[in-house]
């Protein structure tokens, strides 16, 4: 019997739930009208409740959906196949300005603004300035500082911060494609910076250019360093280049080194000044190793040496001559 009494109590409840959800749905019937569609969503909504028999808390108002005319709701999803269109005329101020104060700890995935599809999650064009902008601050005037027109532009304000950041797993983090100048153009204004840095893991390249017909890496400068290569460690190399092959043989760690298996290894070449100069404070300022020959000396094209030679000079003649020069005056050595 307590049985019977239990389910009886059971039924009897779920009876008076039924009459309150088809109460609210004459109200939310009779406070606005709706179409075909919104009267099947409420409709259903309440058939569902009562098939499963819970205890239902009142539905929302419905969110603005295809042909509804309904205004957007906030809390709620809106549904649409269509695009939705705003038109403003803001003179110094935003067009849609959200904030969304819930978003303060960086490591939450509360954002004011998110855009999700299969194709282009955001996308922001303009006419003569920039498509779209992304700052690091909260000084709306920052926005002046962007000196060029450009499809997305980096403001970072706030101390440590990076105008422009991209990451990715296992292709490029930034991508700069151009059919007239630059694909990438770095301009840092601070005398101890640096206009493009590149960083790699311990075992990364940090910079890496690559060209099918020019230069690979090409560096210029007014008064400095065209290219500079700095080594921090006693086992490091500060520039290395290789031909097409590197020898296999070891090599001492160096400022510059250059390394080939079958091509020379390190070339100077100048039409009115020194080829090559090596100079050092207290050891040789230059050190040769050869299987053949240590050095060698390419013939000239006189049969004597030049008349302006200078003390330490050697000379080898068309003849195969070799001639020292001491004081302004050559000796012949063999």
């Known amino acids: 019997m307590p049985d019977y009494e239990e389910l009886l109590a059971r039924l009897r409840k779920l009876e008076d739930e039924n009459h309150r959800l088809a109460a609210r749905i004459d109200e939310l019937t009779?406070?606005?009208?709706?179409?075909?569609?919104?009267m099947f969503k409420r409709v259903a909504l309440g058939a569902a409740a009562l098939a499963v028999g819970a205890e239902v808390v009142t539905a929302p108002e419905a969110a603005a959906g295809e042909g509804d005319g309904l205004p957007?709701?906030?809390?709620?999803m809106n549904m649409g196949t269509s695009s939705t269109g705003m038109m403003m005329d803001a003179i110094n101020a935003p067009g849609l300005d959200v904030n969304n104060t819930g978003a303060a700890d960086r490591n939450s995935l509360a954002?004011?603004?998110?855009?999700?599809t299969f194709t282009y999650g955001v996308v922001g064009m303009s006419e003569s300035h920039v498509g779209m902008v992304g700052m690091s601050t909260l000084d709306e005037k920052d926005l002046l500082t962007v000196p060029q027109?450009?499809?997305v532009a980096g403001i970072g304000r706030n101390p440590g911060?990076?105008?422009?950041?991209?990451?990715?797993?296992?292709?490029?983090?930034?991508?700069?494609?151009?059919?007239?100048?630059?694909?990438?153009?770095?301009?840092?204004?601070?005398?101890?910076?640096?206009?493009?840095?590149?960083?790699?893991s311990y075992?990364?390249?940090?910079?890496?250019?690559?060209?099918?017909?020019?230069?690979?890496?090409?560096?210029?400068?007014?008064?400095?360093y065209g290219i500079r290569g700095l080594a921090n460690t006693p086992q490091g190399t500060g520039v290395m280049g290789i031909a097409i092959k590197a020898s296999g043989q070891s090599i001492t760690p160096a400022a510059v080194t250059g390394d080939a298996d079958a091509q020379v290894g390190l070339q100077g070449v100048s039409?009115?000044?020194?080829?090559v100069v090596g100079t050092s404070g207290s050891a040789r300022g230059g050190v040769f190793t050869g299987g053949a020959a240590q050095v060698r000396l390419v013939p000239g094209k006189s049969a004597t040496p030049p008349a302006n030679g200078q003390t330490g000079d050697l000379y080898a003649d068309s003849a195969g001559n070799l001639w020292y020069c001491k004081q302004g005056s050559w000796l012949k050595l063999a």
């Open 30 to 38: 009779a406070e606005e009208p709706v179409n075909r569609r919104g």
């Open 271 to 275: 039409n009115t000044a020194n080829a």
């Open 149 to 151: 027109p450009a499809g």
């Open 72 to 76: 957007i709701r906030f809390g709620v």
């Open 161 to 200: 911060a990076a105008g422009v950041y991209g990451r990715s797993v296992d292709n490029e983090g930034v991508t700069g494609v151009s059919t007239g100048t630059a694909g990438v153009h770095g301009n840092c204004q601070n005398d101890n910076g640096i206009g493009v840095f590149g960083d790699g």
């Open 111 to 116: 954002c004011a603004i998110r855009g999700r």
């Open 203 to 224: 075992g990364a390249v940090g910079v890496y250019g690559h060209s099918g017909r020019n230069s690979g890496v090409l560096g210029i400068a007014n008064e400095g």
